[in-house]
């Protein structure tokens, strides 16, 4: 039986369609005997097989990216994971995260994103595509979803990071305020937007740590809720968005800088990283 001619044009098309290398297009065309969708199926099934072999890797190295509608009203940060530094850090790789990003603002939850349509299949499906195309784990690793009447969003040097932030109203500024808040966010790594969003078991652990504390110094039991509690008013200091000291000011807290343009507050934030 006479082998197929396959041709360059042919070969740089499948090339083009799924981001496999020269030779695997090639050989998934000769294969197929030059039926292009045939030849799609080949790669995509050699993506299962590589998939399934690497289902127990790490995936901690990637690119968060978060992206915001044209509306400034919906925001959603995300992780694609891979296995290493060198992959994570390709071109390719990182305009795969931002077109994924970017379709994920259309989708409520991470299950229904991973179910929607992307270049003619599932993202599901074109993640064990691109497994079998790079030769490491890629999965979804978070996704993050906001929406508020203004949101904006900041991505960390080297896609490391990615926050997004909500503020209550849409004012003149609002761009430059959520911005520089999403940057507090990547810096500080707050736990909860305020105390009111601190886990009650959180809150527990840290009164105890701190009246650990005082019985090693001595503090009579008597005093020690007392002193725990403004401890406990350091820690949402600390650790929460809108009572941290605003960095690029720390004269005023986060609340306060807000506030410098009008009746705003902060209403939602999230922040996704590698690892």
Do not use: W
């Not at 989708?107 to 074109?126: H, I, R, T």
């Amino acid at each position: 039986m006479e082998m197929v001619k396959i041709t360059a044009a042919e070969v740089n098309k499948l090339r083009k369609t799924t981001g496999a290398g020269m030779m695997d297009c090639k050989n998934a065309l000769v294969e197929a005997e030059g039926n292009f969708d045939l030849a799609i199926e080949i790669l995509r099934k050699k993506g299962q097989k590589v998939a399934a072999k690497r289902a127990d890797r790490e995936s901690t190295e990637g690119a968060a990216i978060a992206k915001v509608n044209d509306a400034k009203t919906t925001g959603v940060s995300i992780v694609l994971g891979c296995e290493t530094d060198f992959v994570g850090k390709n071109d390719s790789f990182v305009s795969l995260a931002h077109e994924l990003a970017e379709l994920a603002l259309d989708y409520a939850s991470k299950d229904e994103f991973l179910a929607a349509d992307f270049q003619g299949m599932s993202v599901a499906d074109k993640l064990i595509e691109q497994t079998g195309v790079i030769g490491e784990k890629l999965e979804i690793k978070t996704f993050e979803k906001i929406k508020a009447p203004f949101v904006g969003s900041y991505i960390h040097a080297g896609n490391k990071i990615a926050t997004i932030v909500g503020l209550s109203a849409n004012v003149e500024g609002a761009d430059v305020v959520a911005k520089d808040v999403a940057m507090q966010v990547a810096a500080m790594n707050p736990i909860a937007l305020d105390e009111n969003g601190v886990d009650q078991a959180v809150i527990e652990k840290e009164i105890e740590i701190a009246k650990d504390q005082l019985r090693q110094e001595g503090k009579p039991e008597a005093m020690l809720d007392n002193i725990a509690k403004g401890k406990l008013k350091r820690f949402f200091k600390d650790n929460t968005l809108v009572n941290q000291d605003f960095i690029k000011d720390n004269k005023q807290s986060v609340a306060q800088y807000v506030k410098s343009i009008g009746d705003v507050t902060v209403s939602d934030f999230k922040r996704v990283a590698l690892g």
